[in-house]
């Protein structure tokens, strides 16, 4: 674990844009990745499978592009978006709204911390072993937007934090995008909003951010999946067809045993 | 006067049984009564309930020095099982009843002299057939349970009728041996459930092979209804298997005395705050527990998350052994525990993940820690993996006919007929060996299967697993060979 003072020149000048710039940062990993450019994916904690597809398409569109993902590391949106960079073998930065020392977090996340610590980079403004506090997480989400050149909201419900960081990347003049969810959805109720009230772009889709879009598959079953995950009843295919799938890694089985595109 | 009898009884240890000679002897002294050969406080207690019983049937109880042998002696001997042969011998031995007999006599004794039932009498009266023994002597309440032995049961229902019976002055007729029982009715048909085609078809599939089941789903949505449909596609009970059963019920004591042999495979549901010993046995001496009652049939575990998971870990050793080995102090019991598991859970703590019209409010870390109380060597051994949605109101209202349990049990039946003519009654049951002898792959399916292994990191378990549903299903489509689509299917069904 390190600090980077202001006075460092690996500090990110994008951080000065802040009205109080962090000082110091401490990071653990390959500090060199917070002055590269880098897009925000955010989000709900509580995700559907949809934000989960979604969160995963923009971070691997943004590995490919060599765009560094950054986000918080929190369960659903965050981890989807980290765990989805490094697996496309890119580049991925998170920020943490508690210490580095204090964060212990358990399972997947677990892993999800060590595989950061190797390839990516853990980032925190709070001293090694200040736990986390309600009121530390809307500063730490300013300074992800303040990392990135641009935010991307991935479904969030009213009052969601990823809005906080929404209004934060405005305030230090980011883009912001909100991807579009489908009405009704409590969990993009608040991505929506801030499409219709002028705070975020409705994003259409990785190109929008400049990015090159991963080709479309053309495929009847996966189109059944895009809207969400389907029972094998409801999805009609034969099990070859859905074995072959599964195989490829273009969908995959949730936990209640329902198929879900990947 | 002195005198000496010798009376057979039977010993149980869990399914264990052995022929004991009761041996009386009467002997002039002080007056007593003791008795030798390990008996625990249950038989030792015997004293009491046979001097009471002798003296109010009208006898007299020698004053005189009295010795109970229980041969061979190097065993403890457990139960009021002995108290009616100790009876009789020491009125035989004391010369208030004329004439020796070889019967088995097994019976408790109440203060009056009336006899009264015991636990495990089949696989003691079996063990009696076996050795020659041509009757037993048992309590009314017993004698159907006797009878099914195979051979002659004597109802006596009080020590005196013992008496009268053997020195030849009331001769009682044996008891007739149970009739083949009537064909149950089913509390639940498939055919009344809506919607759930995979989950029917796991079933199905379940029933026919043997395979453990797991289904996922909301509450609500059936989960419980669909495996108490089960028992109607079950296919029938064989001979031995019925046998195998009811001792098992026998000895727990759980025997209908009017049908001691049980008529359908058990379907045991026990709650979710089920203690280990409920769930394999134990106690001293052990019992055995709902593993073992459901052996043959089924052991049906709903809302399986909320057991514990030490609980949970238990099941492991019965799953893959078929048995359950409890171990106590000096004394161990071996129960059959050859089952198939079918459980119901939620997707998650609030239930609603997954689900359309109700949104889910766990966040993903409690979904985690929810699925990770069922643990992996436990979900390896689960072969099936089903979810269950909510049925929308459309479908609940259409009332087109659906398939009947008579259907889909004639195809289990079918199929099981096959598994038979491999020599085993399940293909749960297949070895590895008999699996590559019985499941050739063509090459499209060997490919398939490849991948699967690496892809998904299949254990060797699981593999073994996943050949036994894919054969069962071709079994069910009256297949010889394993094609690719039946183990697609077979994987895809699997967790």
Known sequence: MSVLHRSDPRYPPRLLDLAAPPEPLWWEGDVTLLSREGIAIVGTRRMTPYGDRVAREIAIACALAGVVVVSGLAQGIDSAAHAAALDARGDTVAVLGE???????????????????????????????????????????????????????????????????????????????????????????????????????????????????????????????????????????????????????????????????? | MSGFARVTACALWGLETELISVEVDVSSGLPGFDIVGLPDSAVREARERVRAAIRNSGFEFPLRRITVNLAPGERRKEGTGFDLAIALAILRASGQLAVDFGDLCLGELALDGAVRPLRGVLPRASRAVCAGIPAALVATENAAEAAAAGGEAIAVGTLRAAVAHLDGTVRLLPAAPPGPSAEAAWEVDLGDIVGQETPKRALEIAAAGAHNLVMVGPPGTGKTLLAQALPSILAPLEADEAMAASVVHSVAGLVDPARPLLATRPFRAPHHTASRLALVGGGTPPRPGEVSLAHTGALFLDELAQFSPQVLDTLREPMQEGRITIARAGTSATYPARFT?????????????????????????????????????????????????????????????????????????????????????????????????????GASAEVLLGRAVHDRRLSARAYHRTLRVARTIADLAGSDGVQRDHLASALLLRA
Not at chain 1, 166 to 185: I, Q
Not at chain 1, 231 to 249: K, P, Q, T, W, Y
Not at chain 2, 341 to 364: K, S, V
Not at chain 2, 427 to 439: F, M
């Open chain 2, 341 to 441: 598991l079918i459980a119901a859970m939620n997707p998650c703590p609030c239930g609603n993940l997954g689900d359309l019209m109700a949104p889910c409010t766990c966040l993903p870390d409690q979904v985690d820690r929810y699925n990770a109380r069922i643990s992996g060597p436990l979900l390896d051994r689960v072969d099936l993996r089903v979810h269950v949605p909510r049925v929308p109101y459309v479908e609940l209202r259409d009332g087109t006919a659906r398939e009947r349990s008579a259907v889909v049990r004639q195809r289990v039946i079918a199929a099981r007929a096959r598994m038979r003519a491999r020599g085993r009654r399940a293909n749960a049951e297949l070895t590895p060996p008999e699996l590559r002898r019985h499941c050739s792959l």
């Open chain 1, 99 to 262: 210490g580095l020392a204090a964060f212990d977090p358990h399972g997947r996340r677990r892993r999800l911390a060590a595989r950061l610590r190797d390839r990516g980079c853990l980032v925190s403004q709070y001293e090694p072993l200040f736990p986390a506090q309600g009121w530390m997480f809307a500063k730490r989400n300013a300074t992800i937007a303040a990392l990135a050149r641009a935010v991307v909201v991935v479904e969030a419900p009213h009052g969601s934090g990823a809005l906080i960081t929404a209004a934060a990347a405005r305030a230090v003049g980011r883009d912001v995008y909100a991807v579009p969810g489908p009405l009704g959805s409590a969990a993009s109720a608040g991505a929506n909003e801030l499409i219709a009230t002028g705070g975020a772009r409705a994003l259409t889709g990785p190109e929008a951010l400049g990015l090159h879009a991963v080709p479309p598959v053309r495929d009847e079953v996966l189109e059944r999946l895009a809207a969400g995950p389907l029972s094998i009843d409801a999805l009609g295919a034969s099990s070859d067809r859905i074995v072959e799938l599964l195989m490829a890694g273009r969908i995959t089985r949730l936990a209640d045993g329902r198929l879900a595109r990947r």
